[in-house]
């Protein structure tokens, strides 16, 4: 009964704080200078002022600016997104592709991330010599710049060696999973540290508890103490941290998108706001916004299913 509670109060919070984003970013993209119109006309020089006036109208462009914004939120209440600009195609139909490789990113470099990062900061808690080493892997990682790593993998497996393609996606299964290895691991290098640093400062907290050593006391293995007793209550602060880092790589991994030519979100919503296609960026945004906040419900689940008391 709690976590129906607990998700159906999420849900409504998710849902108000999606209307105010989308009011926020609907007036802020509104009161910007210029509009589509406006670059229709740079780019034909055939069209008169006439014609500008009449496709205003046309595109609602000419009424105030918040009866625009109900036009519009009404009409992605019903399941209509608009088109695209600049790709000249429904929104729905751009979004949907880059978001399904965003998340195949996301999903991948997120695991071998958070798999490594929590193996090294278990090792680093639980065997204080290797902590240096650990903690040196955590600085590198983390000082490492991610489109710099990226040219480095691109020149070794790509360039040098031949054995993955440098850039691009496909369909297929087999041959997408070639396209993903070297931006997954890009990213997953990245993000390795932090799950690092995280894990092996809350386990060290978590080994001094006195009921780890009531545990030990009682004949529990090692292996037992760590992972059954000490690692269900470090891992709560490590899932909030997974939580932010899905909604930060769905939308944030423009760096990684861009090197390897991969059709994914960042870039998606870089291209739309500097090409001023309102319609895509603004539901772009919101999507992004969305499975953020459902990462962070998932997480906060997660959370009570290891510690009771957050109940």
């Known amino acids: ?90 929104v729905a139909d751009v979004l949907w592709p880059a978001l399904r490789s965003s998340l195949a990113l996301l999903g991948g470099a997120l695991a071998i991330a958070a798999t490594g990062g929590v193996a090294l900061g278990v090792l680093a808690a639980a065997r204080p010599r290797s902590a240096g080493f650990v903690d040196a892997i955590a600085v590198i990682g983390q000082a490492m710049p991610s489109f710099w790593l990226g040219i480095l993998l691109i020149i070794l497996f790509a360039v040098t060696l031949g054995w993955l393609p440098a850039g691009g996606s496909a ?66 602060p490590i899932l909030t941290l997974a939580a932010l880092d899905a909604g930060a790589l769905v939308s944030g991994a423009v760096v990684t998108e861009t090197l390897f030519a991969r059709p994914g979100m960042g870039k998606l919503i870089f291209d739309a706001i500097m090409g001023n296609d309102y319609n895509l960026a603004l539901v772009a945004l919101l999507l992004v916004a969305l499975v953020t906040m459902l990462a962070t419900l998932a997480a906060d689940l997660a959370q009570r299913a290891l510690d009771p008391r957050l109940a």
Do not use: C
């Open 171 to 236: 369909e297929d299964g087999g041959s997408a999973l070639r396209f993903l290895v070297l931006p997954v691991a890009t990213l997953a290098i990245a993000n390795v540290a932090a799950y690092a640093r995280h894990t092996a400062a809350a386990m060290t907290a978590t080994l001094t508890e006195p009921w780890i050593r009531t545990a030990r006391a009682k004949g529990a293995s090692r292996t037992r103490v760590l992972w059954r007793h000490a690692f269900p209550n470090a891992a709560v």
């Open 1 to 90: 009964m709690a976590g129906a509670a607990l998700i159906l109060r999420r849900l409504a919070q998710i849902a108000i704080t999606l209307a105010i984003l989308s009011f926020a970013a609907y007036m802020l993209i509104g009161l910007m200078p210029g509009d589509p119109i406006d670059l229709a006309l740079i780019g034909d020089p055939r069209l008169t002022a006439g014609d500008a006036a009449r496709l205003r109208a046309l595109h609602g462009l000419d009424q105030p600016l918040l009866a625009r914004y109900a036009a519009w939120a009404a009409s992605v209440l019903r399941g209509e997104f608009g088109y695209s600009r600049l790709f000249a195609v429904p």
